[in-house]
């Protein structure tokens, strides 16, 4: 007993005190106190906690916590997105692209290996899309259209951008856990990203499904990441690789992840080193495969811009703006839209451009200054521009300068400062009362901040109500963008304001003489209205100026057989199954004028090809059997309305 009385002190003795253990980065030492304690009930007492929140544990010597909440707290951030952007379901607009992605993209309406065999041997030039290379994003929206049928109702399409969305908060919160290590503020940051007004395109624009496609691969392949930088395991590193490839074949607004996953070696992993930056060797050379496929597939399908025939100085006023705009956007939604134009002039004098050159001027020095007590910001704000990166038209894509649509990703990187701090806050060792109100506070502050972001979210989801009222609100807040006059035009058209879509056709060709699109839509207006002369003058004019343009193409063959000018309108119509050989209405309309003319075997061969897309159409079913039947002329059935 004696003996064991004199070992007592001897062991308190023996404790050994590893200390200034430092991880160095290029500004400053961060010390990590180390015990390396012998005595278990010794250490209870003894321990004092970190005094360096900054500096976390590795991910391989940190312990998760137990999986019942994380399932919990994942379950309750998905179930209130959910509710926030529910009323997307309903929303019936269009914006923009939509019909190329959709409403009248000829492959997406051909569910078939074909149309997926043409999506992923298109990648120089896009057929149906006037943009970059996107084969996921397309045979998504394809999947969609078979199980749906038709284009009518809008809900099964948003319904899987919904089920993307809320997947993706999911992950989120999963990457947050796995670099905190703190299931609860990383829930409750994730869930300010799920309600976020600047998340309500991704669900409620057809078109945006590409976004919220991509950011479920980019955040599979983060976590694939993560879990290697704790074990090292290859088969997670095949993963990150793998989803990155599945992301990039989505939108290109991952190409930047191999240097967003450096700025979380930098912190808060702190494995930045020369070995970490060859293992990404990889992932920057797809990265740069993937740049030079999108840059040439958007110049041959559309247009693109590049830095050595921009403006320098331009191009630094631009990410200057954006710096101010979507941190501003972040804080204060308001005035939300889903075209943003281009402030004219682009200079100093324009007071949007000298905000934000003042604003990034005091984010920077913020940044440094903050570098004396912690890298969480520096971090946080690199993640996000580099992830701006692709979107921040030092490549010129588009005509606007900023877009809501664009934060998707780099929203990611202004989280993880957010999470770091509510983890200290969350985390601090005090009394257990204490704890219990700062936790409560903590909650009731996070609870008010996402009520607020929902509100505004589903008052921003009822601008998508239709197409008219989307467009008069976008216009309402840039009265002199003239590209919105199309949106509007068509929109209008849906309601039957006939007249007032025309106006605004004819208001889009005062500005921009040469528009295809205005051309069209005013010949197809004008079809409507039963002027078929001056809507063959207008589609005409519309090919004289694009000649592969489908849509002309077809609505001039329909205008000249309801003209009684069935050889044209075969020409015609001929051509236009050149440009889009799946295009069934093309298929139908012209089986029907060559069954007029006598011509049955290609009338037969024409009826086929519907019938193999849509086996139920009985109006094709009964033109292959007259064709079969007899070699006499059929009664032309109605042509498809032009649009």
Request: aromatic letters at 8%; a positive charge; charged letters at 15%.
């Amino acid at each position: 007993m004696q003996q064991k009385l004199a070992e007592q002190p001897l062991r308190r003795q023996i404790r050994l005190k590893l200390e200034s253990i430092y991880l160095i980065d290029s500004h400053k030492a961060d010390i990590l106190s180390c015990r390396v304690i012998m005595d278990a009930s010794d250490k209870t007492q003894d321990t004092k906690p970190e005094e360096k929140a900054d500096v976390l544990d590795s991910p391989v010597e940190q312990k998760l916590q137990p999986k019942a909440p994380i399932y919990v707290a994942i379950l309750l951030v998905v179930l209130a997105t959910g509710i926030t952007h529910w009323p997307a379901l309903s929303t019936k607009a269009t914006a923009f692209d939509d019909n190329q992605y959709l409403t009248q993209n000829p492959l997406v309406q051909y569910p078939s290996w074909y149309s997926v065999k043409r999506f992923f041997c298109e990648v120089l030039k896009p057929s149906t899309v006037k943009g970059h290379y996107q084969p996921v994003t397309m045979i998504s929206h394809m999947l969609d259209f078979a199980i749906a049928g038709d284009t009518d109702d809008l809900t099964p399409y948003h319904r899987t951008s919904l089920c993307l969305h809320l997947a993706n908060t999911a992950l989120v919160v999963v990457i947050l856990y796995m670099l905190f290590k703190s299931i609860w503020p990383a829930a409750m940051v994730a869930l300010l990203f799920g309600v976020h007004p600047l998340i309500v395109e991704q669900v409620a624009w057809i078109s945006e499904r590409k976004t919220v496609l991509a950011g479920l691969f980019t955040f599979i392949s983060l976590i694939s990441y993560l879990t290697y930088a704790r074990g090292n395991s290859r088969r997670s590193y095949a993963t990150c690789i793998l989803m990155y490839v599945m992301a990039l074949l989505c939108k290109p607004i991952s190409i930047p992840l191999p240097l967003m996953l450096l700025v979380l070696d930098y912190w808060p992993l702190n494995r930045l080193s020369l070995r970490v930056l060859k293992e990404k060797t990889p992932l920057f050379v797809i990265g740069v495969i993937f740049t030079a496929i999108i840059i040439i597939s958007h110049t041959r399908a559309a247009w693109t811009t590049m830095p050595t025939k921009g403006s320098l100085v331009a191009n630094i006023l631009i990410l200057c703006h954006n710096t101010r705009f979507y941190l501003n956007m972040l804080f204060w939604p308001t005035s939300l839209s889903a075209y943003y134009p281009l402030p004219q002039p682009l200079a100093l004098s324009d007071p949007a451009i000298s905000k934000g050159i003042l604003t990034t001027v005091v984010v920077i020095v913020v940044l440094l200054v903050s570098l004396r007590h912690t890298r969480a910001l520096m971090a946080g704000f690199l993640f996000f521009l580099i992830a701006i990166l692709p979107t921040a038209q030092i490549i010129g894509f588009s005509s606007e300068i900023a877009a809501n649509r664009f934060m998707y990703l780099p929203f990611l990187g202004l989280l993880l400062p957010a999470t770091w701090f509510l983890t200290q806050i969350w985390n601090k060792p005090v009394a257990q009362n204490l704890r219990i109100i700062r936790q409560a506070v903590t909650i009731a502050v996070v609870a008010a901040l996402a009520a607020g972001a929902s509100f505004v979210s589903r008052s921003y989801i009822a601008c998508w109500k239709d197409t008219a009222t989307l467009y008069t609100h976008m216009r309402n807040l840039a009265p002199d963008a003239p590209m919105l006059n199309l949106g509007l035009a068509s929109g209008l058209a849906e309601q039957g304001k006939i007249d007032e879509a025309i106006e605004a056709c004819r208001r889009e060709l005062q500005n921009n003489p040469d528009s295809y699109k205005a051309l069209n839509i005013l010949g197809a207006l004008l079809a409507k209205k039963g002027d078929i002369a001056e809507a063959i003058k207008y589609f005409t004019k519309a090919l004289e100026i694009k000649p592969d343009d489908f849509a002309a193409r077809f609505n001039l063959a329909t205008m000249l057989a309801k003209n009684n000018q069935p050889v044209e309108a075969i020409g015609q119509l001929k051509h236009a199954i050149t440009i889009a050989p799946t295009a069934i209405a093309a298929h139908y309309n012209l089986a029907s004028l060559l069954l007029q003319q006598g011509r049955n075997q290609e009338a037969a061969e024409h009826f086929r090809i519907v019938l193999r897309a849509k086996p139920n159409l009985a109006a094709a079913q009964a033109g292959l059997e007259a064709a079969l039947a007899k070699p006499a002329k059929t009664a032309l059935p109605e042509p498809n309305e032009p649009g």
